[in-house]
């Protein structure tokens, strides 16, 4: 068992549809990160939480610390947003992240 | 401030030879990690280094890969022998610390933009 697992594994939805990725985790974190690489390769840092819930622009992060759980809400969902999404958890005992196998997203006009 | 740098961004290298990645951190980062992705799978944690030193190498594999970050310069992940399992994108993540603020931004980790290696 992966120590973090992410759902689903693909995802299609069309464009304007509200969009979920759940990401499930069974180490104690510091924090949690939430990366976004497009297909040309690229990483970009979405999120990184530890409580709570962030808000930027259509994007949405959750965290609940308790069920060891976060989610990655999009809004009015576009197909620029089509992408792979993969949460990372920095583990409580050191500096290294471990992540999730990725979410592929294709949004459809 | 220019992002972390990555480079070269595409590297093709003969069984046998040796590949040398280089990644320049943001501006005032001194953390740096090192992460491979391998076609088809997740990616997966290799070292942090600190200036001039290893602080964690439980992802290297033990033999042909060896990292460093010295006091000027890049930080350089060095592969020896290459073989064709080694093909993979090979990203670095810079951070100004690693200890955790209430903010949460101060130890976030920046990716680059990943050196893909080809071994033929």
């Known amino acids: 068992k992966n120590e973090v697992e992410q759902s689903p594994q693909n995802l299609t939805a069309q464009e304007g549809e509200f969009i979920t990725i759940n990401c499930s985790y069974s180490?104690?974190?510091?924090?949690l990160h939430w990366l976004q690489q497009h297909p040309g390769g690229g990483i970009v840092s979405l999120f990184m939480?530890?409580?709570g819930k962030k808000k930027h622009g259509r994007l949405i992060a959750t965290i609940n610390i308790q069920e060891k759980h976060s989610s990655l809400h999009i809004t009015a969902s576009h197909p620029r947003d089509s992408a792979v999404y993969i949460c990372?958890?920095?583990?409580?005992?050191?500096?290294?992240?471990?992540f999730g196998e990725g979410t592929q997203l294709t949004v459809n006009p | 401030n220019a992002g972390v740098m990555q480079n070269p961004r595409h590297l093709v290298r003969r069984r046998g030879q040796e590949a040398r990645l280089r990644c320049s951190p943001m501006k005032g980062h001194s953390h740096v990690y090192w992460y491979r992705q391998l076609p088809e799978e997740g990616l997966k944690f290799m070292v942090y280094?600190?200036?001039?030193?290893?602080?964690?190498e439980s992802g290297m594999p033990k033999e042909r890969f060896s990292a460093e970050f010295p006091k000027e310069g890049p930080s350089i992940l060095r592969i020896q022998q290459v073989v064709r399992g080694d093909s993979a994108a090979y990203f670095c993540?810079?951070?100004?610390?690693?200890?955790?603020?209430?903010?949460?931004?101060?130890?976030?980790?920046?990716f680059g933009p990943g050196t893909r290696l080809t071994v033929t």
């Open positions: 993540a810079s951070s100004p610390s690693t200890g955790f603020g209430t903010s949460g931004s101060w130890n976030e980790q920046y």
């Open positions: 280094l600190q200036k001039e030193n290893i602080i964690d």
């Open positions: 990372a958890a920095k583990e409580t005992s050191g500096s290294r992240l471990t």
């Open positions: 180490v104690g974190i510091s924090a």
């Open positions: 939480l530890s409580s």
